[in-house]
């Protein structure tokens, strides 16, 4: 910033500041007593106060439903570990089965081609070898 913009600057804040005070000075000096200053004031605070409820309604509610989601979404994943876990034993479960009837197929297959060719085996096998 260059020192010019800065007195500038200083300058219209004291400006501001000044012409504030002034402009509260003369109001206080002469409250405005007309039906119709009246009638804005009182309008004017009821806006105000309609304003500030509908702030703390909102505050609420937003707060409410920021509740709720952080409730839901701790539900969900709980729900889903939960599941996850489910999931994850029944596939080792069925790994396990998998395994097991696997080596059990192995065993059985390596104990047929360890017949093949003795007096126990199946003629089917027999002739097929013969051939």
């Given at each position: 910033?260059?020192?010019?913009?800065?007195?500038?600057?200083?300058?219209?804040?004291?400006?501001?500041?000044?012409?504030?005070?002034?402009?509260?000075?003369?109001?206080?000096?002469?409250?405005?007593?007309?039906?119709?200053?009246r009638s804005v004031r009182q309008s004017w605070t009821t806006?105000?106060?309609?304003?500030?409820d509908a702030t703390r309604w909102t505050k609420k509610k937003?707060?409410?439903?920021?509740?709720?989601?952080?409730?839901?979404?701790?539900?969900?994943?709980?729900?889903?570990?939960?599941?996850?876990?489910?999931?994850?034993?029944?596939?080792?479960?069925?790994?396990?089965d998998a395994a097991h009837d696997t080596a059990a197929w192995?065993?059985?297959?390596?104990?047929?081609?360890?017949?093949?060719?003795?007096?126990?085996?199946?003629?089917?096998?027999?002739?097929?070898?013969?051939?």
């Amino acid at each position: 910033m260059s020192i010019r913009f800065r007195t500038s600057f200083a300058m219209l804040l004291a400006g501001m500041t000044l012409s504030s005070a002034a402009l509260a000075a003369e109001i206080s000096e002469k409250p405005c007593e007309t039906d119709l200053c009246r009638s804005v004031r009182q309008s004017w605070t009821t806006v105000r106060q309609d304003a500030s409820d509908a702030t703390r309604w909102t505050k609420k509610k937003s707060v409410k439903g920021w509740d709720a989601t952080k409730d839901a979404t701790t539900k969900a994943a709980h729900w889903t570990g939960r599941e996850s876990e489910k999931g994850w034993k029944a596939t080792k479960a069925g790994t396990k089965d998998a395994a097991h009837d696997t080596a059990a197929w192995t065993r059985k297959a390596a104990h047929d081609v360890s017949q093949w060719g003795t007096d126990k085996t199946p003629d089917a096998a027999k002739t097929g070898q013969n051939q």
